[in-house]
């Protein structure tokens, strides 16, 4: 394993609510979006229907705002890139995805939502899924009166060897 830099955690906490579970997947991606828009409470608007296309077609996967606007061009889906943004908000919002913060100015949206933690290589900008089998938290802090822990987010610095 490559020499880690000091782990940096972040911690996010919300009030407890339900999140519906997909139940109809049919594994057509175009039926497959929709349905997970209107499980969630979202209208399959075009433009979220063309977008969850290009971002849950491919598995498992990292995105940034950028990167989603330059795929959504050249698939020709006449897009603003405030428009990307919005939408990963909003599927981040409803739980589609999941909001890496790997530093203030670049946000990566992650399209496994199950709980797990991350690599990155700080001169490449390149986030890696950490192998579940890999023990990277230990005991959990304990939350503020009113508060649950929703989930931990490790994301762990990676840079090459010196010499
Ligand atoms: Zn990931």
Redesign the pocket.
């Known amino acids: 394993m490559p020499k880690a830099a000091m782990p940096v955690s972040s911690v996010t906490m919300v009030k407890q609510e339900g999140l519906a579970e997909h139940a109809d997947l049919t594994g057509c991606p175009w039926h497959d979006v929709k349905s997970k828009l209107r499980d969630v409470g979202l209208r399959p608007t075009r433009q979220r229907m063309a977008l969850g296309w290009i971002l849950f077609a491919k598995g ?1 996967r ?1 995105v940034t705002a950028e990167m989603l606007y330059e795929e959504a061009t050249r698939a020709k889906v006449p897009v603003s890139l405030a428009t990307v943004y919005n939408t990963l908000h909003q599927f981040t919002e409803v739980g589609l995805l ?1 909001q ?1 913060a790997v530093d203030g100015s670049k946000a990566y949206f ?1 399209t ?1 939502n199950t709980e ?1 933690h ?1 690599f990155y290589v700080e001169d490449r900008n390149d ?1 890696m ?1 950490i192998p579940a089998t890999d023990v990277v938290v230990g005991k959990p802090p304990v939350p503020p009166e009113g508060y649950e822990i929703a989930r931990i987010d490790v994301v762990v610095r990676l840079r090459r060897k010196q010499g």
């Open positions: 498992d990292h999941r890496v992650d496994n797990h991350h986030l899924d």
